[in-house]
């Protein structure tokens, strides 16, 4: 059975720093695709980060291109969000997916971690 378990959320103020990770665990071979996605208060659930395992093909959403950095340990099974010069509006709901291929939409992906909270305020 597939897991995947977040870490690392939290609130920081504007500027300021965190480090998401997702801890995989199970029968994950073939599945191709780890992202982060994230549900704001009243929006949809929307694509942060992907990372295409097989090539190590990277894509990020324009609104954090520059500030966020996605990569995977793979010794340990895990993948992590770096967050810098964070803004309120990135305070969501963050989640870990996994999936057979990369894609914006949430459908594409089987399998999600139980989310992080991250709070960006003064």
């Known amino acids: 059975q597939v897991q995947l378990v977040e870490s690392g959320g939290g609130s920081v103020q504007p500027g300021g720093s965190l480090r998401l990770s997702c801890a995989t665990s199970g029968p994950t071979y073939g599945k191709s695709c780890l992202a982060w996605f994230r549900q704001g208060p009243g929006k949809e659930r929307e694509i942060v980060a992907s990372?295409?395992?097989?090539?190590?093909?990277?894509l990020y959403a324009d609104s954090v291109k520059g500030r966020f950095s996605i990569s995977q340990d793979n010794a340990k099974n895990t993948l992590h969000l770096q967050m810098n010069s964070l803004k309120p509006e990135d305070t969501a709901i963050y989640y870990c997916?996994?999936?057979?291929?990369?894609?914006?939409?949430?459908?594409?992906?089987?399998?999600w971690g139980q989310g992080t909270q991250v709070t960006v305020s003064a």
């Open positions: 990372l295409y395992t097989p090539r190590g093909a990277i």
């Open positions: 997916a996994l999936g057979d291929f990369c894609s914006r939409n949430p459908i594409a992906f089987r399998y």
